[in-house]
């Protein structure tokens, strides 16, 4: 009676015993994987030698620490070490970063903004999580044997994750050929190939996601949530799956026990898990020994819950330019007409791809928070690729349970959907890149305007071609034959729509979009002397009376780009001299309104200073905020004032200096035109009892007190 109660209860919790496969199926599925291989080899070979891209300098540094002292705090013997292998192979660490910034404030105990911060107990550690790094291991070993460049490890590791994925999907799960060949073909092609060479734990993340679910429905619990743990600690919403699957782990616990009494059974199905769990809770628990916060990226301030919403969502999965969407147009074209056809028939299938769809969904909440919207990408978002995965899984789910020719068809959609999308962006995605608009969006900007209002961030960043531009004090605006047809303005300033042309906010054709940013579609009641393509100009400034942006285009060379009431010309008045404290380089610099508009530093809201970066021999900015100077409250067009900068010694000296206006909150003014002056380069005087500074011939600074 007990045998037969536990035959029962093996008969409902493991998957059916299937008929061995016949020695031709294997072959098929070894020239499967031997096609994927090549694929993959491929798409390497092209994308070698791979470069810094995302956090990938935070990776290869934990890396380097990890093979050098077995241990993921990152210290100056690691960077030491990078640093002498860039010099004796390929050029491809970021030297002004990795030597400038992280080294020079490690030695002073003060990083900040540089990804990696200083732990409680004294160590250097990245914002992410080390579990990827060390991943990466074999392959940075391998590298440095050979002497290649060292980002390469990480395409290395991308190569064997997704080869091993496939090997996993062809070989393990007991479906039918046709569903593995669909679920492997689109794993490679729906962005896999994009991101390969990403220096960056998204390609890992995809692998264990897609691998996790192929267990999940295998009911392996206990191994799902090992896949997902591990890709959950790079992305933390991942974890929501690891739960998830441990959940299911402890009712499958609960039923063996409640069906058979036995200890042992009940004792190895939780003991599966336990594996997994603690994976799943290693990046919390470290850091909050280390910090004393479970999650360093939000409590550096790299995440803002007020950005959540509902745009933020939907930008994920349809956005035009950085979607979901872009990468597997016809899965989700299969899976729209499939998921209606299953309304009917409410299969087995149909509700697990609906699970899939509101699990993908689910994980896309967290990410929402992310300061940096419209970041470093390959054709898609990086959330959109990994978060891909169940989307894909449910597309094969529903597709295997139709008839052999609906079946057909779905696979003819998705060879010509993937063979356009490759055909556009490339095997690698090299033909765009996240601060341009690729070709859907822009033809919908031309011929359909009013039909796609991406998150301000995407319009922006890609009108301007350059991270961090969007604020308040800005309007951004596109022109097509002859009119501005889309305009981009806060809701606080709708006003400032006279700077283009004249119109009444609220008489206008607008969309309300997140932070309270509007969109405005003119149509043809704003006409303007420009070439088509994306402008932007700042608000106009207090008591502005010049009328139009027309008067504001005698600067302006006539093509797409920023466009600006102000402009100004630097000079230096005088050699700099150095603080009584010693502490400071002061440079005094003559500073020319030549622009059409006052600005000043009682300029509201955003106000204008002097401001400082100090710059490597390559023009290269190592630190974008080195200094500020309040400028007079308001200069006049056509006057001139004389302003004292303090730059601080600790900090400038082997570089030079780029002295600048910048309207703060909006921009530096080199974007509108500006010339920089460059100042330095300061070094340490060769003798330290002659000054504390000196200039590039070696010539100390004299004290101000002196000078006065």
Same mark, same amino acid.
């Given at each position: 009676m ?8 093996i008969?409902e919790?493991v ?10 199926? #294997?072959?098929? =599925?070894?020239?499967? /994987? @031997?096609? *994927?291989?090549?694929?993959?080899s491929?798409?390497g070979?092209?994308a070698?030698?791979s470069?810094?891209q ?5 990776y ?12 993921p705090?990152?210290r100056?013997?690691d960077?030491q070490?990078?640093l002498?292998h ?10 002004t ?10 030695k ?10 200083l732990s409680r ?7 992410h999580?080390?579990l ?13 044997a ?17 080869f091993?994925l ?8 007991? #479906?039918?050929? =046709?569903r593995?060949i /669909? @679920?492997? *073909?689109?794993?490679?092609a729906?962005?896999s ?9 998204e ?9 996790g679910l192929?267990l ?7 191994w ?6 591990i890709?959950?600690q790079?992305n ?6 690891a739960?998830?699957a ?7 616990a609960?039923?063996?026990w409640?069906?058979?009494?036995l200890?042992?059974?009940?004792v190895?199905?939780?003991?599966s898990?336990?594996?997994?769990t603690?994976?799943?809770i290693?990046?919390?628990?470290f ?6 916060t479970?999650?360093?990226?939000v409590?550096?301030?790299?995440t803002d ?15 035009l330019n950085?979607?979901m969407?872009?990468a597997?147009p016809?899965?989700?074209?299969v899976?729209a ?11 087995h299938?149909?509700w697990?791809?609906?699970g899939?769809l509101?699990?993908?969904?689910a ?14 990408a390959?054709v ?9 995965a169940?989307?894909i ?13 609906a079946f ?7 060879t010509v959907s993937?063979s356009?999308v ?5 095997l690698l ?8 608009n ?8 031309d011929?359909l305007?009013?039909?796609y ?12 071609h350059r991270?961090g ?13 002859g009119?501005a ?11 400032a729509?006279?700077a283009?042309?004249s119109l ?8 309300m ?20 393509g994306?402008?932007?100009i ?5 008591g502005?009376?010049g009328g139009?942006?027309a ?6 060379s ?5 466009i600006?009431?102000y402009?100004?010309?630097?000079s230096v008045a005088?050699r700099p001299t150095v ?5 400071s ?6 500073v020319?309104?030549?622009?059409v ?7 509201f809201?955003?106000?204008?200073n ?6 490597d021999?390559?023009?290269?900015i190592?630190?974008?905020?080195l200094a ?24 400038t000296?082997?570089?030079r ?6 309207q703060e909150g909006?921009a ?14 300061f070094?340490?005087?060769a003798?330290?009892v ?7 011939s070696g ?10």
């Amino acid at each position: 009676m007990e045998h037969a109660r536990v035959e029962r209860f093996i008969g409902e919790m493991v998957p059916r015993e299937h008929p061995p496969r016949k020695l031709a199926a #294997w072959y098929v =599925r070894g020239i499967l /994987l @031997l096609v *994927a291989g090549v694929i993959l080899s491929s798409a390497g070979w092209r994308a070698w030698p791979s470069h810094d891209q995302g956090d990938g300098l935070e990776y290869l540094a934990m890396s380097e620490a990890i093979l050098s002292h077995g241990t993921p705090d990152i210290r100056e013997s690691d960077i030491q070490t990078i640093l002498s292998h860039n010099v004796g192979a390929a050029t491809d660490i970021n030297t002004t970063k990795i030597s400038g910034a992280w080294l020079r404030q490690m030695k002073l105990h003060t990083p900040r903004g540089i990804g990696i911060y200083l732990s409680r107990t004294g160590r250097f550690y990245s914002y992410h999580f080390w579990l990827y790094s060390l991943i990466n291991v074999p392959a940075l070993a391998v590298v440095q044997a050979h002497g290649w460049p060292l980002y390469s490890s990480l395409l290395i590791t991308n190569c064997v994750l997704l080869f091993g994925l496939f090997a996993f999907i062809i070989f393990t799960p007991p #479906w039918r050929l =046709r569903r593995t060949i /669909l @679920l492997a *073909a689109m794993a490679l092609a729906g962005g896999s190939t994009f991101y390969l060479g990403w220096t960056g734990p998204e390609t890992m993340c995809f692998a264990f996601l897609l691998a996790g679910l192929v267990l999940l429905e295998m009911r392996r619990f206990g191994w799902a949530l090992l896949a997902f743990a591990i890709a959950a600690q790079q992305n933390p919403p991942i974890g929501l799956l690891a739960v998830a699957a441990g959940a299911c782990g402890c009712w499958k616990a609960w039923m063996c026990w409640r069906d058979t009494q036995l200890i042992a059974p009940t004792v190895r199905h939780l003991a599966s898990l336990v594996p997994g769990t603690l994976i799943l809770i290693a990046s919390p628990v470290f850091y909050w020994i280390e910090f004393g916060t479970p999650n360093l990226i939000v409590a550096a301030g790299f995440t803002d819950a007020s950005l959540m919403s509902g745009i933020r969502l939907a930008s994920v999965f349809f956005d035009l330019n950085q979607g979901m969407v872009i990468a597997i147009p016809g899965v989700f074209v299969v899976v729209a007409v499939l998921l209606l056809y299953g309304v009917w028939r409410r299969s087995h299938d149909f509700w697990a791809a609906v699970g899939l769809l509101l699990a993908a969904v689910a994980m896309t909440v967290p990410v929402l928070s992310a300061l940096n919207w419209n970041s470093g990408a390959v054709v898609i978002t990086r959330y959109a690729y990994w978060l891909s995965a169940p989307v894909i899984y449910a597309c094969a789910l529903l597709a295997d349970s139709m008839r052999w020719y609906a079946f057909v068809a779905v696979g003819c959609i998705l060879t010509v959907s993937q063979s356009v999308v490759l055909g556009d962006f490339g095997l690698l995605g090299n033909r765009g890149n996240y601060l341009t608009n690729n070709r859907v969006a822009a033809w919908v900007f031309d011929h359909l305007p009013s039909w796609y209002a991406p998150v301000p961030e995407i319009f922006a960043e890609r009108a301007v071609h350059r991270e961090g531009v969007l604020n308040d004090g800005m309007v951004f605006f596109y022109v097509h034959q002859g009119h501005a047809s889309i305009i981009l303005a806060s809701a606080l300033q709708a006003a400032a729509l006279s700077a283009i042309c004249s119109l009444e906010p609220r008489r206008t054709k607008h969309v309300m979009s997140e932070q309270r940013w509007e969109y405005f579609y003119p149509g043809n009641q704003c006409p303007i002397s420009l070439q088509d393509g994306f402008y932007s100009i700042p608000v106009p400034p207090p008591g502005w009376t010049g009328g139009s942006v027309a008067q504001a285009l005698a600067r302006h060379s006539g093509k797409a780009g920023p466009i600006s009431y102000y402009h100004a010309s630097l000079s230096v008045a005088g050699r700099p001299t150095v603080s009584a404290d010693g502490k400071s380089i002061i440079v005094t610099v003559e500073v020319i309104n030549n622009g059409v508009a006052p600005f000043g530093s009682a300029a509201f809201p955003h106000t204008v200073n002097l401001g400082a970066h100090s710059i490597d021999a390559e023009g290269n900015i190592v630190i974008n905020d080195l200094a500020r100077a309040a400028l007079p409250s308001i200069l006049l067009p056509g006057t001139s004032t004389r302003i004292s900068i303090s730059l601080p010694i600790s900090t400038t000296l082997g570089y030079r200096v780029e002295l600048l206006p910048v309207q703060e909150g909006v921009a530096w003014f080199d974007q509108w035109g500006t010339k920089p002056l460059i100042v330095g380069p300061f070094r340490a005087c060769a003798i330290p009892v002659i000054g504390e500074a000196c200039d590039a011939s070696g010539k100390p600074l004299m004290n101000a007190t002196v000078v006065q």
